[in-house]
T-cell receptor
Framework: DVKVTQSSRYLVKRTGEKVFLECVQD?????MFWYRQDPGLGLRLIYF???????EKGDIPEGYSVSREKKERFSLILESASTNQTSMYLC???????????FGPGTRLTVL | GNSVTQMEGPVTLSEEAFLTINCTYT??????LFWYVQYPGEGLQLLLK?????DKGSNKGFEATYRKETTSFHLEKGSVQVSDSAVYFC?????????FGSGTRLLVRP
C-alpha cells in the first residue's frame, strides 16, 4: 500500500511566522502535489513537482513556495503566514505512468 | 478550461436508500474521471475511476459510468450504510493534475 505521511495533523501559527509543512511518501513516485481544501471550494492545487528539484505552480501559488530536495519528500513553505491561509492542506503523490493520486491525512493549519 | 461541477450537499438519506450524486465536467479531450471519498478526519481515498467513454468504475457497491454524450460521471449506490457518511469528490485528470469538484457531503441516518 502507498503510504503518504504529513508532519502534523494540527498546527497553530501566528501571523507573519514562517511555516513548514512536510510530506513524505514511500512508493518512489515521481509526482507530488500540495492542495488546500476549503469548504465549498473543493481542493485547489498550490504547487506540484514531477522530479527532484523541479516544481510547477498550480492554480493558487501566491504566498507559498515549495522544496523537493529528495524524491520522497515535498515541503510546502508559507514565508509569512496570514490569516487567509488558515485551511486544510493535503499532500498527494502519483507515479508518472498513472493518473491516480494518493493522499496523506492532511494538516489543519490555523493562523491567528 | 477544464472544470468539474457536482451537486451541492448535504445529502441526507436513511440507511438502505438509493444514492445518486451528480457530477458533470467540461474538458478538452477525454480525461480520466474519478470519485474520491473523504471520511471524517482523514485524507482523500480513491473510490473508483474510469478512463474512457462508457467505462464503468465500481468499488464497495458504488458505481459510476463515464458518459461522453452528457459529459457526466454520476455516482450511485443501491443501498447506503451509515458507514458511507463522508464527503465525496468528483475529479478529472488534466495532464496528471487533478481538477476537483467542490465536494458533496453525505449523511446516512440509521
Amino acid at each position: 500500500d502507498v503510504k503518504v505521511t504529513q508532519s502534523s495533523r494540527y498546527l497553530v501559527k501566528r501571523t507573519g511566522e514562517k511555516v513548514f509543512l512536510e510530506c513524505v511518501q514511500d512508493m518512489d513516485h515521481e509526482n507530488m502535489f500540495w492542495y488546500r481544501q476549503d469548504p465549498g471550494l473543493g481542493l485547489r492545487l498550490i504547487y506540484f513537482s514531477y522530479d527532484v528539484k523541479m516544481k510547477e505552480k498550480g492554480d493558487i501559488p501566491e504566498g507559498y513556495s515549495v522544496s523537493r530536495e529528495k524524491k520522497e519528500r515535498f515541503s510546502l513553505i508559507l514565508e509569512s503566514a496570514s490569516t487567509n491561509q488558515t485551511s486544510m492542506y493535503l499532500c498527494a503523490t502519483g507515479g508518472s505512468r498513472t493518473d491516480t493520486q494518493y493522499f496523506g491525512p492532511g494538516t489543519r493549519l490555523t493562523v491567528l | 478550461g477544464n472544470s468539474v461541477t457536482q451537486m451541492e450537499g448535504p445529502v441526507t438519506l436513511s440507511e438502505e436508500a438509493f444514492l445518486t450524486i451528480n457530477c458533470t465536467y467540461t474538458a478538452t479531450g477525454y480525461p480520466s474521471l474519478f470519485w474520491y471519498v473523504q471520511y471524517p478526519g482523514e485524507g482523500l481515498q480513491l473510490l473508483l475511476k474510469a478512463t474512457k467513454a462508457d467505462d464503468k468504475g465500481s468499488n464497495k457497491g458504488f458505481e459510476a459510468t463515464y458518459r461522453k454524450e452528457t459529459t457526466s460521471f454520476h455516482l450511485e449506490k443501491g443501498s447506503v450504510q451509515v458507514s458511507d457518511s463522508a464527503v465525496y469528490f468528483c475529479a478529472l485528470d488534466s495532464s496528471y493534475k487533478l481538477i476537483f469538484g467542490s465536494g458533496t457531503r453525505l449523511l446516512v441516518r440509521p
